[in-house]
Structure formats: C-alpha cells, structure tokens
C-alpha cells in the first residue's frame, strides 16, 4: 500500500466493502475498478485501521474456485474477508446479501476502535439507519458507490459521497492484481474470515 507520511492526517478510516454487489454497479456503468487501489485511493493521506471486503462465493464449483482464487490474491493485499455461499437465481443471477454481517461489524468495529470514519462501498438503503447511528458516535461516514446503484437514502444519510465512476485512471479498468512473488508460500491462515457474531451495540 502507497503510504505518504508527508500528507498523513490525525483520521483514522476504516472501509467496508460489499464485493459483489460493487463490481455489478460498476458493470452496469460500464466501469471495472482496482479494488487494492482503490482501498488505497479511499484511505490515502488518513490512518488506515482496517479494510473488509465481503465476498459471496459461487455457488457452482468452477465459479466458485475462481472466486476462491479472487479471494486469496486480495487477502495477500492485506484485506481482511469474510466469505459464505452465494445464491443462483432462477435468472441466472448470483445473489448474495451481507447485510446483517456487515452491520454488526461496523457497529462491533467502531465500538472497539473508534474511528473517525468509516466508508461503506455500497449503494444499499439498508444501510441508512446505520450511518445514522454511525454519525450519532461522532464517526464521519462516506459511502463509495456507482450514482446508479447507490440509493438516495443512504447517500442522503452520509457525510460524503464518492462516485466510483468518476475518480479517474488511478483506480479504473484495472484487473485484481497478482500477489508479490514473495508470498508465494502462504501464510497459516482460515480458509473464510469469520467473527463471532456479537449483538448490536447498544444506542
């Protein structure tokens, strides 16, 4: 990850992203985005806490070993996952809702870290009351998303919106990159990232 001691703020930032329903907006907008870089875009010049990625797994077993193989490459960028079955459609669409485990995450996070913002690549409404909650704390929230799939409850709620479509070459029409030839003998680690599940915290 870039770092750029000279520019770095007090702020500490910790990101949330849904994978899938992500790259399906950007796909929609005819875009396809560097998720390494734009962690590092969306964190650069503040304190980096953590970045989740939330990623569904295919529920057929070539796609899902693709996937699998996406997995490993973006936790050797240093993301941390958390996986489950995906869902098929009768449409042949891949449904995958992280919903619940990405809220109480935030929530479990921010009670034990207090950041000072927290950036939820998403477009969900369902995530509205929970940056309500967020700005209760006094935690900045910012919500990164394609115009297009973000909904405008949840871009109304937050302190700043960022359009995933508009933030230039440093971070578009990339592929996942390859991890560094140095983590070729990986390191002992679970297959899925997966936190106890914890009650929400307390208004």
């Known amino acids: 990850?870039?770092?750029?001691?000279?520019?770095?703020?007090?702020?500490?930032?910790?990101?949330?992203?849904?994978?899938?329903?992500t790259l399906d907006a950007l796909r929609r907008a005819g875009r396809q985005i560097d998720l390494?870089?734009?962690?590092?875009?969306?964190?650069?010049?503040?304190?980096?806490?953590?970045?989740?990625?939330?990623?569904?797994?295919?529920?057929?077993?070539?796609q899902a070993q693709a996937d699998r193989a996406i997995v490993e490459r973006l936790r050797q960028h240093g993301f941390l996952i958390r996986?489950?079955?995906?869902?098929?459609?009768?449409?042949?669409?891949?449904?995958?809702?992280?919903?619940?485990?990405?809220?109480?995450?935030?929530?479990?996070?921010?009670?034990?870290?207090r950041p000072d913002i927290v950036v939820l690549v998403t477009g969900s409404g369902d995530f509205a009351p929970l940056a309500q909650r967020l700005r209760l704390q006094g935690i900045r929230v910012e919500v990164a998303s394609a115009p297009a799939g973000v909904a405008p409850a949840l871009q109304a709620m937050a302190n700043g919106f960022i359009d995933l479509t508009q933030i230039g070459a440093a971070v578009d029409n990339l592929p996942v990159p390859e991890p560094p030839l140095a983590a070729e003998v990986p390191l002992p680690e679970p297959d899925d990232f997966e936190l106890e599940e914890a009650a929400p915290v307390p208004a």
């Open 1 to 21: 990850m870039r770092t750029v001691p000279d520019t770095l703020t007090h702020e500490r930032v910790a990101i949330f992203a849904d994978y899938r329903s």
């Open 36 to 62: 390494a870089a734009l962690r590092d875009y969306l964190a650069e010049g503040r304190h980096l806490i953590e970045a989740f990625l939330y990623i569904g797994i295919h529920p057929l077993p070539e």
């Open 83 to 113: 996986t489950k079955p995906a869902q098929l459609l009768p449409t042949g669409q891949v449904h995958c809702a992280f919903d619940l485990e990405l809220a109480l995450d935030v929530q479990e996070f921010a009670a034990r870290t």
